[in-house]
């Protein structure tokens, strides 16, 4: 199958395109392109959305812990239209801008496929998301 008609986070499996820092050895990362144009290139995407779960769990233990706290961050006012990202997420995820998130329950789970929508158009559901968490233990 060809993937050249595919957005760019599809193709590298990287579903809320996260971007390459060589300092993080992510799980499934591939060997021979662990980079493309800037973005981290998996070998599934269930590796793409563990690498999301890890970072987004980082960010609230950091102190970015609202959804507003996370897209400011996550998609910069300088690269996006943060506002719209921001309320299309919070839509999807039923979650309010400023509603504090917990590392454990489902909280992360619910803005994970929120955020692979808005970012790639992928459809993953929050149980998805929490099988995904099981699996890898994150």
Not at 98 to 113: C, K, M, Y
Request: net charge positive; with cysteine.
């Amino acid at each position: 199958m060809k993937y050249q008609h595919l957005n760019l986070g599809i193709r590298l499996r990287n579903p809320l395109n996260i971007r390459y820092n060589s300092r993080n050895r992510w799980v499934g990362l591939s060997h021979r392109t662990p980079s493309v144009k800037g973005f981290c290139h998996f070998l599934h995407f269930d590796y793409g959305y563990r690498a999301a779960i890890v970072l987004l769990k980082n960010y609230i233990r950091r102190g970015f812990d609202t959804p507003t706290d996370i897209i400011m961050r996550w998609a910069p006012p300088s690269e996006n239209n943060t506002v719209l990202y921001l309320a299309a997420v919070c839509g999807r995820a039923r979650l309010l801008p400023t509603q504090r998130l917990r590392i454990e329950g489902t909280d992360i789970a619910h803005l994970v496929s929120a955020m692979a929508r808005q970012e790639t158009g992928l459809r993953i559901t929050p149980s998805q998301v929490m099988d995904i968490r099981e699996r890898f233990g994150v």
